[in-house]
Structures are given as C-alpha cells and as structure tokens.
C-alpha cells in the first residue's frame, strides 16, 4: 500500500484566517501575523467546540494504490472528497494482488461492529498467503483468457478478486480528512472508538503523517482533543 | 440484478410546493390545487431552465442485488446519495455470481470514453460463461477454506472476484436519480452522449421505471428536455 | 417563527432495515419484525459509536417561517439539506418583521464563541421594540417607493432588514437534522457545548419536536447519547 | 464588491493528471509531460462528454465583500463549497452599504425567472440611491441606539438591511466554480439560459477572470462548450 501527497496547499494559517474573518471581518488577513500562541489556542478551541467550516479552507491530493477492497469501504466518503481511479473499463489490470504481510493478525473475535483480532500461527499465514496466490492467479488467467478470445475488458474484469490492486487521486480538506482518520483508525486517545479494517488503517496511517507535516497544530489539537472531526 | 422500491415519499406535487415557495412564499401549499396544465407547464420550465433545487424534495429507498463491480460505479454518486450495503466483515458472503446473459453483447470498437459494442459469437459468449464459472468457484473454495482455517472474514474475502452479487440500501431524490440516470443510462434522445456499463445501466433501468410511476411529470419533462438532470 | 412538518417518511424502522443489511444482506427487510427490544439495542449502538448512515434513509419536510438572520444560519447546513426560499426577486415582499418577545434574553457577557445571556430590564425591551419597529417601518417605506417608482423588486428589496421574515421549505433526514440540532440547540446534556442565537434555537426546538414524534427510539438515543449526531 | 484570490491550488495540469489515471493508473503523473495539444483535446473532451470530477482536483479561495442579499443566493451553493463570514454575532458590524451604480439597470420587465432589464431615469437612479440611504442611516443609527443601550448585537442587528456589505472566504474548485458561473453569470453563448442578478453576477465575473488565469485551457473548454458545468 503506498500513499503519495502530490499536490497540496494546507497550512495551519488557512485555519486561521477562515476563522477570524468572524470578528476581524474583512480585516482578517492582517490578523495572520498575531502571535503564534494566541493561533494555538484559536485552533484548540475551534477544533474542541466543534466549529468545523474553518478546517476546509485547504486542499491535498493523495496518490494512492491500495486493494479494491480498500478502495470500496474509501468511496463511502462523500462530502468533501472527491475521487478518480483508474478503470477497469479503459484499461487492462495489471496482475498486483493483496496478500497480508506477517504481521497482519488474522484471527477475528468478538461481534460485528467490534471485532478484536490476534496473531494466527504461522501456518494459518502460510496457508492465507497460498490460498489468495492460487485464487488470484485462476483469475488473472480467467481474465488474459477472454481478453484473448476477444471479450470486452469491462466483461472480463467480473472475475478479478477484491484483493486486486487500484489507483486512485483522492482530494480532501483537513476537515474531511478529519473525518476519515475518526474512522479509519484505531487509537487508546479516540474518544470514539473504531474498529476499521487494518488495511484502510494503514493507508489511513500514511495520510495522516503527511497531512500532520502540513498542518501540525491542527493535528496536534485533532490529537488533543479525542481524534474527534470538528 | 434486482431493484425494488423498498420506501418512497415521491411525488409531482412536492416539486410543485416547492417551485411556488419563490413567488407564493407562505401559501405555496395552497397553490397546489392550481390547474394541471399549469402544474406540467411549472414542471417544464424548472427542468428546462435547470432550476434544480425543487426537485430534491422527495426521498426514495431502493434495495438493489448486483455484483461488486456495479456498486463500485454506483458508489461514486456522493451527493444526494445514501448507502447502506451487505458487509464482507460481519457476515459470511454468498456464492452468487454474475454471468452475462446470452444477449449482453461482448465484444468492444472504439475509443476509451466511447465504446461501442456488438455481438459476440455463441462460442465467444459460451466461453465467457465458462471462465467465469470456474475463475468464481476457485475462488468461494479458497474463501470457504480459510473461514474453516479460522481466517478472519475480511482477510479471507480478498480473493472473491468483484462478479459477486452484494445487496444494498440507496437512497436518493429525483434531482440525484435523474443525475445518475443521465449518466448511466444511454440514450438516443439524450443530449449528452453516455456510455455506461451495461450492468450498470440495466440497475438504472429498472430504478427509472419505478420512479416515472411515482413522479410521471418529473420524469416526462426529463425525456422531454433531453435527459440533464436540472 | 412557525415550523410545520409538511411532507415525511421517517420511522424508526427505516434506521433498522438500513442497519441490518451489513448483517443480513438481502433478507434485512425480513429482519425487521425482531422483538422490539433487539431493535432499541441496535439504534443505540449506531448512536453511540457513530454510525451515521443508517439514519439517512428517512425524509422530512417543514416548512419554516422564520426571520433571514434565522435562515442566514440555517442555509450555512449543507450536507443532507435541500432548501426552496421565497423570492424578493420574484415576489413583492411582505412587511412581517421580527421584534423580540419579552422572554428574550436582551444583555450578552463573555467572550465571541460562549457568549451567556441575561435578561434586560423591562426599559431595554421596550427600547428595542421601538428602535426595530421604527427602522422596520422607515425602511418598508422606503422599499414601497422605490416599488412605486417602477424600481424593480431586486434592487429595492436592498433596504429590507434581516429582520424580515422568510418562508421556506427545508427538506432533510434523521443524521442531518442531528447535526442541525446538536449545533443550534443549547442543552445541559450535551457532550459538546454550543451557543446558538435563540432566535433559531426556536426554530430547532419545533423541529426537534415533530422529528421525536415520527422517530421516538432514535431521538432518544440521541439524548441518551449527548445529542452528538451519528 | 471586491473579490481577492487569498490561496489557490489549481493548475489545468491538476486535471490531466486526474483525467489520466482512468487509462495509465499509476502512471498518470509521469503522463503529465504528454504534449500540450494532446492535453487541450483530453480537457475539451471532459468537458463535452461531462466528465466531472477531474476537474475537483484543484482549490481556490476567495475573500469577497458584498451585501449580504448577494451572499445570501451565493450560500445556496452546497456541493464543493466552504464558506466563513464576518459574525454580527460576534462583531460590531460597520456602516458599509450598497447603493446601485449609475449604469445599473433598474427597470425589470417580462416573467419571474426570465425578467429582462433595462436603464432607469436619471430620476428613478436619484431616488433609488436616496431612498436607500436615507433607510441605511436610519437602520444604523437604530443599531447603534440598542448597542449603546446594552442591547446585545445579534438582536440590535436584526434592524440592518440585506443591502450591508459582509466578508466571507469562499473555496471551491473548478468543478463547483463552473456550477456557479452556469447559473450566476449571463451570457450569449451559454446553452443554457439564466438570468442572474446583476450584483452576485458581478462577483462571479471576478471570480471567473481569476480562475481563468490559473487555467485557461479548462477555462477555454468551459467557453468553447456552452458554459454547462460537466
């Protein structure tokens, strides 16, 4: 799973301007030179009390090649992100499947909504790994198969598993990307708990440090204050 | 593939109240008794002119079976839009897979953006069946076998290929359907050249039949004014 | 202000079939007849660890009369919201004006943000009315004029004061109706505090009314749950 | 009314790359070097064909000040919209009105929702700005009265006219921009006929020029192909 930050303009300053336009009016880009603490607080209490709009004055787009299976439960997103990936209908798939590294815990417990997970044996990795390699293998010649014999790539792709990988620009705001992250990991400091799918969690990780380099008081105070979106 | 109306609250009316809200303000609702000629008129020159907010008004609630690569397209309409689909995590998948009828044509001319498609021949079509038919069932063994292994349901659906058929809850207004609807569905009389999935567009067939029972006049202004949602 | 319900289809049910699709796929219609109890079970645990879009299959209209300092707010809500306004440029506007009831808190203290109110002496009150009905007067006089004059409604309407009331239909569903609430709503058991103008909290407070009495299981929850929205 | 580009992002390169991940995946950047010609035909095919979202990948924030009637249609905007006004809430608001220019039109003729306008008098121009004036000073002089009585200002400010001039940030992208200059700008080779109120027309055309010089080749193709947001 690789994340790349290819294109941004996000600032902890485009916070702060968005906000002060409430009490400073049309005077509220001269505010930006006040001093640097008074700007920590305003974006602790903006993030604590939940005023969102100042959050989505910026913009960053994400290169991102991750499974299907990621990309499905991603697109549930809606308000302000917006989407292009790569198509199953204009181009051939390349043969780049998903298959857990040694570290992903495989075993599930619990109930739906709030599964727990632990280490499998080494022979319960060993025989995951084989049985998607085979599986995915079947397929991919199912697919060369008929696209040789003439069929229609959009037809084709019905047999290429989840566990394909895709690519796709992702663009979100601090706001939005706020509300992904309260989702899409899980933390000991989240006030709500979440229990997403590893593998959206790591690509949710990777976004996360590189939007924290962009904006390090805005998520220093999304750290501080419960990994709750504003 | 399957659409059924599962709850609606839908009708011509509502985009009417709505229209009259600008110039009748506070009586608007009494206006709806006004003469049906006017009523298709007020409903002609909203679709027409685009005047699109009137028509958002209304709610309907589709349960849809289709397979994986359907709702992936489906899944990209944000606004207007809500979903709530079959979960590969909390519950163990069904083996229903799709294959192409003997009238979906197969094979692809032309350009990304603008496929054209024809026939294919009955061995063509004959293969495709059986490709998929073998690539699908390979596959539901590797999933059965690492659920008995005990893999945990998100790890082992990975390998299902995206034919299989999922279930889901949408819900959408008229301005959002005939969005979608414009650009799923392909036409003659649409002003907008569209080139779905065939998949895909048999789903917005289905949905565009059962909506034109509830909002005739939506849906005849929208034939009439070349098929762009407002 | 006045709020009437004037179009739904909203019930506690529509959150359950929704829900239960994750689980039950295509029987999740079938599971809707479970003993209540499971049912209220459920609606809480969507509630408290957010799961949102279950509580968007659901629809509600109303129709707001309402100050445009009220709806200025109100238009600020733009996920899940659609919104048909009187028109000034459409429709001579009509001299209904707001003057504040002898219950409204007059004096303001504290800081931008958190501001807390007392009430006035029964001298302010009585200031205040005079001022706005001598403002309000003056300025419709003026708007008459210009109308008089042959000026068209669109510049003349440029002297009406904000505190002219409006009509409007708001459509919404259950999760976006929260969010509305948990911002213009000021309760003691709220988790995350807000400081709404009254003026819409009045407003809020009818629709949160006609919302509990189509969804009661849901509505509680959101009480129980610190009236945070899903 | 006066609109400054404060931050941008947005380069018609934002839109190659985006539009290019469908056929190259993750390739799509490197086809970013493809010649120019090739890219203005990608860019005028996306915008023929409606193919909307790689248009999203790209952000622009506006400072505007205008009177509040204008901010009150341009709110209405949801979809790829932020917004963050000056607060009477939490700020004196001061004395800035508007009052029409000479070369305004201020006579309306023909049907609500297509009026056609032509010159005043010299007479009717006169009086419409002393009218206006004349109300504007009496509201402030209102205004003021009740905040020197101690009047809290979100009540004191239901007094002052939509014709206020106010702040407010506004970003979107070019998708979303294009959506607003189809409906808030009126031209001749527009495909689709809107008749837009002469003030927010004026911000949108300085919105447009400061878009366009960031992309002129999308901007071109929003030209060349009828002013139809894709």
């Known amino acids: 799973m690789t994340v ?11 916070v702060l301007f968005a906000a002060r336009v409430s009490t400073a009016g049309e005077a509220s880009l001269e505010e930006l030179s006040k001093d640097p603490e008074k700007s920590t607080g305003l974006i602790n209490y903006l993030m604590r009390d939940r005023h969102g709009t100042p959050f989505e004055h910026n913009s ?3 290169l991102i090649q991750a499974p299907i299976f990621v990309f499905r439960e991603f697109h549930r997103h809606r308000a302000g992100w917006s989407y ?3 198509s199953g209908r204009y181009r051939e798939l390349q043969p780049v499947f998903y298959t857990p590294a040694p570290d992903r815990k495989l075993v599930q417990h619990g ?3 709030k599964y727990e997970f632990s280490e499998g044996t080494e022979a319960q990795h060993q025989q995951t790994v084989e049985a998607m390699e085979t599986a995915y293998r079947k397929c991919y010649e199912a697919y060369q198969e008929m696209l040789a014999a003439g069929i229609a790539r959009e037809v084709a792709r019905a047999v290429l598993p989840v566990g394909l990988f895709s690519s796709m620009y992702a663009t979100c705001n601090a706001r939005s990307l706020m509300h992904f992250l309260s989702l899409r990991t899980k933390k000991e400091n989240a006030k709500v708990p979440s229990f997403p ?8 990780e990777q976004m996360e440090a590189q939007w924290a380099a962009l904006m390090p008081l805005t998520h220093a105070a999304f750290e501080k204050h419960g990994r709750v979106a504003p």
Do not use: W
């Open 60 to 62: 960053m787009t994400f």
């Open 111 to 113: 109930r739906p909504g």
């Open 4 to 14: 790349s930050l290819v294109r941004s303009a996000a600032g902890d300053a485009d």
């Open 197 to 204: 799918q590893r593998e959206i969690e790591m690509v949710a």
């Open 84 to 86: 292009n990936e790569e």
